[in-house]
Structures are given as structure tokens and as C-alpha cells.
């Protein structure tokens, strides 16, 4: 085969293949949807305790919480030894209906002891299951 030909070859492959990658338009996005959130977050004795609010039509389930204590020393310039920072996935067990919520309470395994600095505690949704009623 010559090399034009070869030439040609190639580059036609290439064009059907950009022409197909073009064709099957993704949309990525980084915004968390707004339908099940978490609210009343409180630590106690270390337990974080708060509701998980389903704002959608639906009911969901399988709800999943990403659970972030992030340890801040006294003087952060010259910090400890360790950190005791910590992060965990935590299962929400059943459903919650549409329109309402669900209390949950979650355990550190180890004592949130704040002597030298404290802890600052987040939870975000990190995934859950909608389900949706089929039409027909």
C-alpha cells in the first residue's frame, strides 16, 4: 500500500472518529442536587446527630453521608504530633417519604477528645437512591 493511500485511510478514521465522539455529547456536573440535604447538625459527647430532609417528589433511600471532623489545634503555627482528623461514609438505614425527613445519629469509634484544639464537624449528602414510579 502506498503511503498516500495509507495517508488517507488514516485520516478518514480519524475524521469518523472525532465525528463520533462529537455526536455523543456529555454534560458533567459538579453541583450537588438540592433534593435531599441535611439539616440541625449537633455534636455531643462525641455523636453527630441531625435529619436528612428530602425535599423531591419521591421517596429515597440508601442514603449515604460523608461525615468530616476536621481537627484545628490551639495555635496552629506550632501544631501536635497527630492529627486527628477523620472522615466516614455513614448509611442512613430505610426510606424517607417525599416531603419529609429522617433523623440519624452517628458514633465516632474513637473519643473526640478536645484537649489542645477542636474539632470542626461537616456532613454532606454523598449519594442516595430515588425512587421514581414508573408511568404508564
Same mark, same amino acid.
Given at each position: ?11 478518514? %478514521? ?11 455529547? #456529555? ?5 450537588? !442536587? ?6 440541625? #447538625? ?36 506550632? !501544631?501536635?504530633? $497527630?492529627?486527628?482528623? $477523620?472522615?466516614? %461514609? ?12 429522617? !433523623? %440519624? ?9 478536645? $484537649? ?6 461537616? #456532613? ?7 425512587? #421514581?414510579?414508573?408511568?404508564?
Amino acid at each position: 500500500m502506498s503511503g498516500k493511500l495509507l495517508g488517507a485511510i488514516v485520516g478518514a %478514521f480519524i475524521f469518523v472518529a472525532v465525528g463520533e465522539v462529537r455526536g455523543a455529547e #456529555v454534560t458533567i456536573t459538579d453541583q450537588q !442536587p438540592q433534593s435531599v440535604t441535611v439539616r440541625n #447538625v449537633k455534636v455531643q459527647d462525641g455523636a453527630v446527630a441531625g435529619e436528612v430532609v428530602n425535599s423531591s417528589p419521591n421517596v429515597i433511600r440508601d442514603v449515604q453521608l460523608l461525615i468530616r471532623s476536621t481537627w484545628l489545634w490551639k495555635n496552629e503555627m506550632k !501544631p501536635g504530633e $497527630d492529627s486527628r482528623s $477523620d472522615a466516614v %461514609f455513614y448509611n442512613v438505614e430505610g426510606e424517607v417519604p417525599a416531603g419529609g425527613s429522617k !433523623p %440519624f445519629t452517628y458514633r465516632h469509634s474513637s473519643p473526640m477528645k478536645e $484537649d489542645g484544639g477542636k474539632f470542626e464537624v461537616s #456532613v454532606t449528602v454523598a449519594g442516595f437512591t430515588q425512587l #421514581v414510579p414508573v408511568k404508564r
